[in-house]
């Protein structure tokens, strides 16, 4: 697995089997939190998830899911693959060891540079996950123009219009061909900008409370962490993470599932002040609840099976 001293495949490898494991355990809370923030018609957490479930059955909860499965588990193997050999690249070369620990600042270094790659392979993934998540809200969003259109260009009725329950997007290779015929190659990364403000300091304060959290639950420094520890420690890093990322991650939720053919917002100012201006600073805070409850779980399975299977791999 060991390809030099200071680069690893174990890392990615591991990572991978990580983003699998989190994607599935996440992935409803997940659609629940992109509906709050970008959808509309939802009092609160609570009257989401049972609106969803009445409407939609337990499926609801899953649209979407088949590609952040595919996708988010390439997306995490890159992630946690670049964040671990990143630290011995920045130990190896300001202290001459890649097992060298690092310090604060090697750790801050090491998390911005991920956030700001992460952004390269993630901001294509999460748009077509929001926009799968998003398409029920979509096709009544065309409809409802459709039917204004025609309703002031003709003697035609309003409630004559059909409003059928169907889905804009068969599934993720046609959301992003659609994507790509309507808005070209830059339709996928829209809202890139916003994920980069969400994402740079997201890393940080997902990797560094996580370093703080198991240097405090380790029982001395040669011990190994307990897997309970690990996942503790998993767990509040992403729940702060997450808990502090919601603003950025309301714009750019936002941004992502604001689809060419009713278009709303120009770019990350505008969709900032017209949010503002339209719902109160609190919508900023939208999903909040959901991104620290969500986070917990998604984060603790996410770092827990990444430390086990790097154990395994490396026990050999």
Not at 172 to 181: E, R
Request: positive net charge; hydrophobic residues 40%.
């Amino acid at each position: 697995m060991e390809t030099s001293k200071s680069f690893r495949m174990d890392d990615f490898i591991a990572g991978l089997i990580g983003g699998a494991s989190s994607v599935v355990v996440g992935h409803p809370l997940d659609t629940v939190k992109t509906r709050l923030q970008a959808g509309t018609g939802y009092k609160n957490m609570l009257h989401c998830i049972l609106t969803i479930y009445r409407k939609e059955t337990v499926m609801g909860f899953f649209k979407g899911m088949s590609f952040p499965l595919a996708s988010i588990t390439i997306y995490n193997s890159a992630v946690f693959g670049f964040f671990s050999n990143t630290q011995r690249l920045i130990s190896k070369y300001r202290y001459g060891d890649g097992r060298h620990p690092c310090g604060m600042m090697d750790l801050t270094l090491a998390s911005m540079l991920t956030g700001l790659v992460s952004v390269g392979l993630g901001a294509p993934v999460d748009l077509v996950k929001i926009r799968l998540q998003m398409q029920t809200q979509m096709v009544l969003a065309e409809n409802l123009n459709l039917a204004g259109s025609l309703s002031s260009g003709s003697n035609m009725p309003l409630r004559s219009i059909a409003m059928p329950s169907q889905s804009l997007y068969r599934g993720p290779i046609h959301c992003i061909s659609s994507t790509l015929q309507a808005e070209g190659l830059q339709g996928l990364y829209r809202g890139a900008g916003a994920m980069i403000l969400r994402d740079v300091p997201g890393y940080t304060l997902y990797f560094i409370p996580y370093t703080l959290f198991c240097n405090l639950l380790k029982p001395d420094a040669s011990s190994n962490l307990h897997p309970g520890a690990i996942w503790l420690a998993g767990g509040l890093a992403g729940s702060i993470s997450w808990v502090t990322a919601t603003p950025a991650d309301v714009v750019k939720s936002r941004l992502q599932a604001d689809v060419a053919l009713q278009r709303k917002y120009k770019g990350i100012v505008h969709c900032i002040v017209h949010s503002y201006r339209t719902e109160g600073a609190q919508v900023f805070f939208r999903g909040a609840s959901v991104n620290a409850i969500r986070g917990f779980p998604m984060s603790s399975t996410m770092f827990l099976t990444y430390e086990l299977s790097l154990q395994f791999f490396r026990s050999f």
